[in-house]
């Protein structure tokens, strides 16, 4: 073990203990931290609003509060922001961590007070560390430097009380300076507002440092890990950083990319490790790097609870995790040391195990598509292209799905506009069909739709130009940072308006 390795194995002992009793004793450890929230609720203007207590117990509290999303409870967090004391909890916010996702195009804020970044997001962070260590106590990840591609929100004052930031920022602006001696690049870099100017940047100030890890979402990592190469003029990452060997990744499925990120890095020792982090917070770790799945992380400050999407219109089905049930896609409810309060974080997940609770992220609450009972998610379209690449020895840089709808003479059908990194070795119309029976082979009710095309036809694929994506993504001011494609919309909202994009600009697809 690396000298470096064995220290950081030190530190964190106690960590280790702690996650093994989440392995251990999820449900007590779930009380405890339902307890520890009722504490730092009471007394606020929330609390005081809902006649809730310390001493409140789970079915009170499932019974008083409602469960909302954000623009819901948007008003007690605008409260918050304002700097109005004690509004969500005890524990003032200080910062509020400005968010935009898939769901719209308007900003979320945050509420991020000081035992919420501790306890959760940090902590969450540590546990990454012992995560890699176990399962590769030989690894090089720690001996060098470790380069991050996040947000470029700078911390801004909104009043006295409180700053505002992306979530990277208000990371870094509070980084105990051990950390920000290994972490690159320098503030002034990771905070550059436009997305090509950065990873410019990072390129020139980074390719000569030791960089042994990086983090962030695969989609905007590839594109800086090939404007390094431009730069360099090498042939693959590890020419440019010898004891490259960990990239934690989260945001988007990694499948679509693996092909492409193991390509610029060939090395049999590189850790791809899948994290569940998000402003609202931390949640979900891989544990095994042979087991896609993550552990979900339960003491972390947030009460779980969890809805089933064939449900998700009554909020009574709600149940704790004590109930969930392996293979149930879920939309996921959350309590936090910040102030949420039984909110609806948008994401849908699925659990792969009980003991330990170990999830999978299938998508978003608003983000699938159900026009003709197929329930289409996320993950069943991630899955289906990973595997019509690899029989087609294709990969895909981004793609979007949206329905065509029925009409009195012609049957339902999806659309997707893909765009490809590497053509597959076949035609469009052989990869059409593949894809259409992969989607078939990862959800029973889209077969059974498709079965002698009895309600849906056939998918319909267009291909996109090279750089479509990143270019709609930049005129929507969403290049790089959090921001990811929406993967698959209920309406024809998102693929119109790129279809609109490439006409205009006097590009056609190739409409199979």
């Not at 898939?102 to 969450?124: A, E, M, V, W």
């Not at 840089?397 to 893909?418: C, D, E, R």
């Amino acid at each position: 073990m690396h000298f470096s390795s064995y220290i950081l194995n030190t530190i964190l002992a106690e960590r280790r203990k702690a996650i093994d009793i989440i392995r251990e004793q999820p449900l007590l450890t779930q009380q405890q931290q339902f307890t520890k929230l009722m504490k730092i609720g009471n007394g606020s203007a929330f609390f005081k609003n809902y006649a809730l207590t310390k001493d409140c117990r789970y079915e009170e509290f499932r019974a008083k509060v409602p469960i909302v999303d954000y623009e819901e409870f948007s008003p007690w967090i605008n409260r918050a922001i304002a700097g109005e004391h004690h509004i969500l909890t005890n524990v003032n916010p200080k910062w509020a961590a400005k968010s935009s996702g898939t769901t719209n195009n308007k900003s979320k804020f945050i509420p991020i007070n000081t035992p919420s970044l501790q306890d959760c997001h940090y902590r969450g962070g540590k546990d990454v560390i012992v995560s890699c260590l176990s399962a590769r106590p030989e690894t090089k990840a720690y001996t060098g430097k470790s380069l991050t591609l996040g947000g470029s929100q700078n911390i801004s004052d909104v009043n006295s009380h409180i700053k505002v930031g992306d979530l990277s920022a208000i990371l870094i602006d509070n980084t105990p300076p051990w950390v920000k001696l290994i972490r690159e690049p320098k503030p002034e870099i990771a905070l550059i507002s436009d997305f090509q100017e950065k990873i410019e940047a990072i390129a020139k100030s980074c390719s000569t440092k030791n960089i042994t890890s990086f983090a962030g979402v695969p989609s905007w990592n590839l594109i800086l890990m090939r404007k390094v190469l431009e730069y360099t003029g090498k042939n693959n990452l590890l020419e440019v950083w010898p004891d490259m060997s960990l990239f934690m990744h989260g945001g988007i499925s990694f499948n679509p990319y693996r092909k492409q990120f193991e390509s610029l890095i060939p090395s049999p020792d590189m850790i791809y490790l899948e994290t569940y982090n998000a402003s609202e917070g931390f949640f979900a770790i891989q544990d095994d790097l042979n087991d896609a799945a993550m552990l979900l992380m339960l003491d972390y400050g947030t009460f779980y609870e969890f809805i089933p999407m064939k449900s998700i219109d009554d909020h009574t089905t709600a149940i704790p995790l004590e109930d969930v049930k392996i293979g149930v896609n879920y939309a996921m409810i959350i309590s936090t040391l910040g102030g949420l309060w039984r909110y609806m974080i948008g994401d849908t997940v699925t659990f792969t195990s009980t003991n330990p609770y170990k999830i999978l992220i299938t998508g978003r609450t608003k983000h699938f598509i159900n026009a003709f009972g197929e329930e289409l998610m996320v993950g069943n379209a991630d899955d289906a292209i990973t595997q019509a690449c690899q029989i087609t020895q294709a990969s895909v840089s981004n793609y979007t799905v949206a329905p065509i709808f029925m009409t009195t003479n012609t049957k339902g059908a999806h659309q997707w506009l893909l765009e490809f990194e590497e053509m597959p070795i076949c035609d469009i119309n052989e990869f059409t069909i593949i894809l259409d029976q992969e989607i078939q082979r990862v959800n029973s009710d889209y077969a059974a739709k498709r079965t002698n095309n009895a309600t849906m036809n056939i998918l319909e694929l267009s291909v996109a130009p090279c750089g479509t994506f990143d270019k709609w993504m930049a005129a929507k001011g969403k290049l790089g940072g959090q921001n990811k494609v929406p993967r698959l919309s209920p309406t024809r909202e998102y693929i119109d308006r790129k279809s609109t994009r490439l006409n205009s600009s006097h590009r056609s697809l190739s409409r199979m």
